[in-house]
């Protein structure tokens, strides 16, 4: 139970909750509605390694002073959905790796993302061999300098919609 933890202060939540829960026998769901992420600019590899977290629920989260979300999800390898329909990424320059190795992970709700700042894409798929479709279309990829191995093992992957990808700026695309 974190609703009593105060996070209206915190600038960082890198790693905060890196291998959470990995010890448990069962997997389980992590509820963060009570979280204040307001203030937050950095949540570079914070649920990285959950091997154990089959649900993430992050309703409520303010991203939008959010700069790095490198690694957020990294291997988080139970978690099947995702739902981040309310992320506001509008300052963000970092993604790389984001839900690499998220290898469960069949649906992610990405609509609300604005990817005009970020320059790493890079690995940001990696890994997810049960998505079956992304829409991407939205993506405004302008600024973006690498999209090395962005989709390398997603072998599920039959729907991919790339249209609005601008890759005059883009040196890595292996």
């Known amino acids: 139970d974190l609703s009593k933890l ?3 202060q915190m600038v960082s939540m ?3 909750f890196s ?3 990995n010890n448990s026998a069962e997997t389980f769901e992590l509820d963060l509605r009570t979280f204040d992420t307001s203030s937050c600019t950095d949540f570079e590899e914070m649920f990285n390694y959950n091997t154990k977290v089959s649900k993430l ?3 409520s989260f303010d991203t939008k002073k959010a700069v790095d979300t490198q690694d957020m999800f990294y ?3 139970n978690l099947t959905e995702l739902n981040l329909s309310n992320f506001d990424t509008s300052s963000v320059t970092d993604m790389g790796s984001m839900f690499c190795n998220c290898s469960k992970l069949t649906g ?3 609509s609300s993302f604005d990817t005009s700042k970020v320059k790493n894409m890079y690995y940001m798929f990696l890994g997810c061999s049960s998505l079956t479709e992304l829409d991407l279309r939205h993506f405004d990829t302008s600024k ?3 999209f090395r191995q962005m989709f390398a093992g997603c072998s599920q992957l039959k729907k991919l919609d790339l249209s609005s ?3 005059s700026n883009v040196r890595y695309m292996n």
Do not use: P, R, W, Y
């Open 6 to 8: 105060d996070t209206s």
């Open 19 to 21: 291998k959470f829960g």
């Open 57 to 59: 629920i992050l309703d």
């Open 75 to 77: 291997s988080c390898s």
């Open 165 to 167: 990808f601008d890759t």
């Open 14 to 16: 890198k790693e905060m």
């Open 144 to 146: 973006a300098g690498s």
């Open 108 to 110: 992610v709700n990405l």
